[in-house]
């Protein structure tokens, strides 16, 4: 199978380097910078990969991940569609571009409008995707091999991966500054900041698994380690005076409308 990916920035970059796991895979890369696309595909050590142009790209490849910003997808789409491999498969991850304004500016070809996150680079991502009525059985399966190196994925209702993104999408983010802000803590107690660091991140690391595993309410599972009167439920009663919960939800919240502002300011 020929892969092709176009505009490798953070999520494109990150996303290439877990399929390049396929060795089975040509695999075709362009990037605005060279310089940026000539480094990956150093790091990417695949025995079978190329840079190429985006016409060179789509004219010869099965199936090309579209990693261009929303402002430039739509335009480049119109350009290389009429010189792509009429069986192509488009993969889009520009985030606020519909599946509609997708298919129309193929010209009906196939496509598929993932929201990954940047955890696929290690294989611990989160896509979410949908796909329109000319990606046949055979095409979505080719779509699946390839991704399964990647993480998860989840096939949904368009209308929903706003709102999944805003999750999946921005949370790496905001975990992120949790295990900062829990390493800050251990340093202002009096652990060095590499082992607070170790700490907190094996810590996320085994809740969330905890909860993946016994299929059990995050509520119960928090319940089972707050003892009366301990000193868990001392810091959880510390998070809810300060916030956490609300800070959280707001931070999605706050995330997907910003998604809506930024749909309703291309549509302007």
């Known amino acids: 199978m020929k892969v092709g990916f ?15 796991l396929n060795d089975d895979i040509e695999l075709f890369i362009s990037n605005y910078s060279l310089e940026k696309a000539e480094r990956l595909l150093t790091q990417l050590h695949h025995p079978n990969a190329y840079l190429m142009d985006n016409a060179q790209i789509v004219a010869q490849s099965d199936c090309v991940f579209i990693g261009l ?7 480049e789409l119109a350009r290389l569609t009429k010189v792509a491999n009429p069986n192509i498969t488009w993969v889009s991850m520009a985030a606020g571009i519909d599946l509609m304004q997708l298919t129309e500016v193929t010209n009906q070809q196939a496509v598929i409008r993932i929201m990954p996150n940047t955890p696929v680079e290690i294989g611990f991502g ?36 706003d709102a999944a993104t805003a999750i999946a999408g921005c949370g790496p983010a905001y975990v ?47 319940d089972a380690v707050t003892s009366p009167g301990g000193s868990t439920i001392a810091g959880v009663t510390a998070l809810e005076a300060n916030g956490f919960r609300h800070a959280t939800i707001e931070a999605v919240v706050k995330a997907f409308e910003r998604t809506q502002q930024l ?6």
Do not use: W
Request: glycine share 8%.
């Open 69 to 75: 910003k929303p402002n430039l997808i739509l335009d």
């Open 6 to 20: 176009i505009g490798v920035g953070n999520m494109g970059s990150a996303l290439c380097k877990s399929i390049a």
């Open 126 to 161: 989160m896509t979410t995707y949908v796909a329109n009525n000319y990606v046949t059985h055979s095409k979505m399966n080719a779509f699946k091999q390839l991704m399964t190196r990647t993480g998860t994925i989840i096939e949904l209702p368009e209308a929903q991966i």
């Open 176 to 222: 992120y500054q949790m295990i900062e802000a829990l390493s800050d803590a251990g340093v202002k107690i009096g652990l060095p900041r590499a082992l607070a660091q170790r700490l907190a991140t094996q810590t996320l690391i085994g809740s969330a698994q905890m909860v993946e595993q016994t299929a059990q309410h995050p509520a119960a599972l928090k």
């Open 263 to 268: 749909k309703e300011e291309k549509r302007g």
